[in-house]
């Protein structure tokens, strides 16, 4: 079996600044990605769709080819289309790549495995037709399809860079259908002049604002009674703004309200998180280097808390350094004077966050779905079966799951975990920290037996 | 490109059969499957285990488990697979989804 000095899982921006910067420091390491290229969620593609796609994508995605060339020449063994779904003390990763599963080992772990979208769970998002923007954007940037009309539902930056990349690819959005009211701008107000410092991301958003207004995109604000109606498929979207009844008719939607960490591979670690209330979300507890409370593991990037591509990249390196002096490859002063630029520009990265964060918080309405509202799109559990479960003694999320199947779907709880958390806590009047999440045993992925008996045999032809 | 679709393809790559519930269906090579079967004009992928819905790609990044298919009878994310030519692909039924 492989022994690394470092394995990293995830070739998003974090994971790649970490995996070269560590290589340069002479460290053996492996970086896993299951996507089939690098660039990990912002950089998706990158190396193909710069070149096809990047006057719609933006000069801030095309950075990603810097990340993408470092990588390679940096020595890093890129395990590309390989799923990770279990990891074991010591540490000991096992994987599946093409139908087979493999396993590796390794001293030190670095988890760079990024964000989701938050769940926005409304009556009507699982009908086909209705996607995550970030799906949307995906599709874009991975496979140049646009959906010709659709209806964007929801708030924050990224809502609107799709928006600007749909208009700038020449199919806009039919219409923006926003969450976010007048009072959260208000209250967004006071962390302004913090947000000035990083002045390049306000001048980003008017600017991205400014081009859906030529593209003459309707925009309706502090939109509440959100619904998608459709029978086998999403028709249209329901809602009232401004005091007004709207219906608008589409054949897709995109939500977004927000991204949060992907702590998937974290949990089952059982590295220690907290609630972080700005971000309405659970981060893993980290140090200024990013390690866990599990020794020897770390975290960088979206994953240890909302911050952005930028900040993950940075996040990524500072990591990097602190594993490369616990590797006795770095001395500890040399370590800190090259730490000090990137704490300072990690600094400058988040300045614009609390501004963000108060000015898009997440929909009111999907935080605490109508008792109709399917919340666990695998086992279709509704936000009122999980108040249910509570009046009858439910108290936390790994009971929902004897009480009725929620989170025990393929995909692990990831799309209703935090909804089951804040319905709980609501229903019990407790703090998250309190209600906790669900324990993520391994397999993080379904894992087949066919993938297994191959990792079987394979193991075989080495011993003989 | 189908003008039927909900999705407009603004590439041109090589493209190669593949059977989807036994319809004949011409994909571009090498393409992300999921995408490619939402631009052929695709609009269900499976239905569920518990109520029979119908479901399609949610989040396009492997974790919603909603665009699953059937690969020789192995059922795979099909945002996480690529298209290549001779791709027998079918809708995994009610009842039979990922365990
Ligand atoms: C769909 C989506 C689109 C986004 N688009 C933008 C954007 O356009 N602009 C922007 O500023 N921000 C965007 N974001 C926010 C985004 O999180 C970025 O800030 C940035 O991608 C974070 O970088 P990262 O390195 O932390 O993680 P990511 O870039 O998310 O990379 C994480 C990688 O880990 C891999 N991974 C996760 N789990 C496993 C596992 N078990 N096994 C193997 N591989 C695994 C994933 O496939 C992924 O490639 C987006 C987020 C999402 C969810
Ligand atoms: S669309 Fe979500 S897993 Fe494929």
Redesign the interface.
Known sequence: MTQRDLAIIGAGPAGMAAAAQAAAFGLSVTLLD???RPGG?IYRDVDRAAG?RGEVLGADYAHGTTLTSALRQSGVEHISGA?VWAIEDGFRLSYTRAGRAAQLTAGRILLATGA??RPMPLPGW???????A??GQ??LK????????AVLVGSGPLLYLIAAQMVR?G?PPAAMVETQSLSDMTRAARHLTGALRGWRYMIKGLKMLAEIRRAGVPRYTGATGIAIEGA??AEAVRFTSRGRAQRLAC??VFLHHGVVP?TQAARSLDVAHIWNSAQACFVPQLDAWGESSVQDVYIAGDGGGIGGAKAAEVAGRLAALQIAQQSGQLPASNRDAQAAPLRRALAHELAARPFLDAAYPPCAEALAPADSTVIC????VTAGDIRGYAKLGCTGPNQTKAFGRAGM???QG??CGLTVTALLSAAHGQPPDTTGHYRIRPPL??V?L?ELAAMEDAGQDAAE | MNPA???????DAPRVDVSFDGASLSLPDG??LA??L??VGV???RH?P??G??????????????C?VEVDG?TRQAC?M?VSEGLVLTRPQAGE???
């Open positions: 299951e996507q089939p969620q096809l799923v989701l979208e699982t009908l086909p037709g209705v996607m995550t970030g799906a995906i599709l991975q496979s140049g399809v646009l959906a010709r009309r690819a199919t086998d498929r054949d897709t992907n799109r695998c086992e279709e779907g393929p995909c990831r799309y992925k379904p087949t066919g | 679709s909900p999705f407009l393809e603004t590439e393409a992300n995408a490619a939402l631009a609009e269900v992928f569920t518990v109520s819905a119908p479901r399609a790609p949610f989040c396009m990044m492997g974790a919603c488990f909603d699953l192995v996480m690529e989804a990922w365990e």
